[in-house]
Every structure is written in C-alpha cells, then in structure tokens.
C-alpha cells in the first residue's frame, strides 16, 4: 500500500513520533495504522499506547446537577470566539437543563425531544446558528444519578475546556469527589481499575513491552521479570485507583477513595473537540514534501 502524507500526519499525531520514523513504521507494516503504532512502540519511538488525538474543535462541556441527577455534556462552535459568546453560554445551560429532567437516550433522541412547546432542541440549535451565525451542534452527553449516601465530584478546567464527572458512593464528601475529578482532568486515565483492563488487551501490552525490552538488548533470561514491572506502570498509566493522586503524590487515588468511607462508581472525562479535525492547514503539504524527497 502507498504511505500518504495523512496517514503520516495521522500517525505523528497519535504517537508523537518523528516525521520519518512513522513513515518508516508505515512501510513496514503495509500501511496498517494500529501495526505501525505497535512497531514504533516495540522500537521504543513511542512513549504510551496511544495519544490524544489532535483537538480542533471549539465550544465548551457543561456540567449541571439537580439533586441526585447530573449531566455532562459537550456543545461545538466553530471559534473560541463564539463559544464565549453570551448566547452560546445561555444555550448550553438550557439544553443541560432539559436533559437533566427528560434523560434521553442518545443525542438523537435528545435532539428529537421537545423543549419548549412546539420547539425540538434540533430547533433551537438551529435558531441559535441562526442569530450566531457558526454551526453549533451537541457532540454528546452523560446523564449520571445517585442515592442521597453518594456524591457527585463535577469540575470544568479552564472555563470548560474539560469537563470531568465522577460519582462516589457511600460518601457525602463533595470535595473529596471533587479532587479526584480534578486529578482525572489532569493525568487522563482510561479506566477505574484493572478489572476493567480486558485479558486480551494485558497480552498485547505485554507482547509490546516484551519486543521492546528485547530491542533494547536486555538478556531473554530476566526479560519476563522486566516485562511484568513495566506492565505494573503500565497499569499505574491507565488506571486511576492506581495512580498517585495529583494532591498527595505519596498516595495512591484508591487510598483517597478509600479514605472517604465511599467506592468510585464511574467517572467521564470529556475534552473539547477530541477526536474532531476543524480545518486542514498546511501540514500535510510539510509531510507530503519531506515524504518524496526520502
């Protein structure tokens, strides 16, 4: 398959690796995205399974509560500008509002319902591009609920440039919840616990850490003891209860957690615009040159 200039862009982006060893990881694996991530990894060019992806999109997450039900949402605008916007701001918290008290399903439904007489959501996203003049739409949510012995942990990071909802149950404490929103919010982790670490997935980071230490030249003979400390950091990588909690790096977050009295029952982490690319710059035309020219 012939390497192009976006799948070297892309590659770079979710590795962070240099311009020509993603070109080359490509190559070597026929152009299968997933196989030049593990290759650049084996070869110790990429430091962690997988990078954020680019973040392009503007707008904002939200999060509201009433009583034992809470909403996460995020709302795209095409500027920072517009998502600073009074009028953006005033219809974020209408629409967080209204999910919070209908609970729909999906954004489809959500967009389907009625939030004024006669008016659908769909409808008032419209009516505000309208008056705003950027397209607007709602990415995603999270609707969360709890008893009166649990407590929500909401926290938005630079004005909602992230937002992060946890629920902790068998614990009051809002602040403690709080704190490890906020530590979500800055260290990322992508699971509660091992538990939730599938059998195949621990393999294929193991497969990966052993190619590794065996490209670095370490004797076969003490490769497997070497494998498994770093699959325990790679678990410390991914895993909040097992990571040293931002406010206290001498402790664990599952000693915190633990500390309240409570059990963390979910969290949702969302960034604006993960995933989404806005716009095309001249990126690719970079790569495209220095890939004829090697």
């Known amino acids: ?33 997933e196989a030049a991530i593990d290759f650049l990894r084996e070869k110790g060019l990429s430091s962690a399974a997988k990078k954020a992806d680019r973040i392009a999109a503007e707008g904002t997450t939200f999060i509201q509560v009433e009583g034992n039900k809470a909403v996460l949402l995020e709302m ?43 008016v659908t959501v769909e409808n008032l996203i419209s009516n505000a591009i309208a008056k705003i003049g950027e397209k607007i739409t709602l990415r995603r949510f999270v609707i969360e609920t ?13 004005g909602g440039r992230i937002g992060v909802l946890t629920v902790i149950e ?19 982790p992508a699971f509660i616990s091992r538990d939730e670490v599938s059998a195949e997935q621990v393999e294929h980071e193991r497969k990966i850490l052993t190619e590794q ?4 030249g370490k004797p076969e003979n003490i490769v497997a003891k070497m494998v498994e400390g770093r699959l325990g950091k790679y678990f410390e990588d991914v895993c909040l ?31 604006v615009g993960e995933g ?11 790569v495209m040159s220095q890939v004829k020219g090697n």
């Open 170 to 188: 068998g614990t009051t404490d809002a602040n403690a919840a709080k704190d490890v929103a906020m530590h979500i919010a800055a260290l990322n």
């Open 241 to 271: 209860l097992d990571q040293s909690f931002v406010k206290n790096p001498d402790q664990k977050v599952r000693v915190f957690v633990e500390s309240t009295g409570g059990n963390l029952r979910s969290f949702t982490r969302y960034a």
């Open 1 to 33: 398959m012939a390497v192009t200039a976006q799948m070297v862009k892309e590659l770079r982006e979710k590795t962070g690796a240099g311009m020509m060893d993603c070109k080359k990881a490509l190559v070597e694996t026929d152009g299968n995205l």
């Open 76 to 118: 795209n605008a095409e500027t920072d500008f517009v998502s600073k916007n009074e009028a953006f701001q005033q219809l974020v918290q209408q629409v967080a509002t209204h999910l919070v008290a209908t609970e729909p399903a999906s954004v489809e439904e959500a967009l389907a319902s009625t939030i004024q007489e006669g």
């Open 146 to 158: 709890k008893t009166d012995a649990d407590t929500f942990g909401p926290y938005l990071h630079m």
């Open 213 to 216: 230490a065996l490209n670095e």
């Open 276 to 286: 989404i690319e806005k716009r095309e710059d001249n990126f690719a035309e970079e």
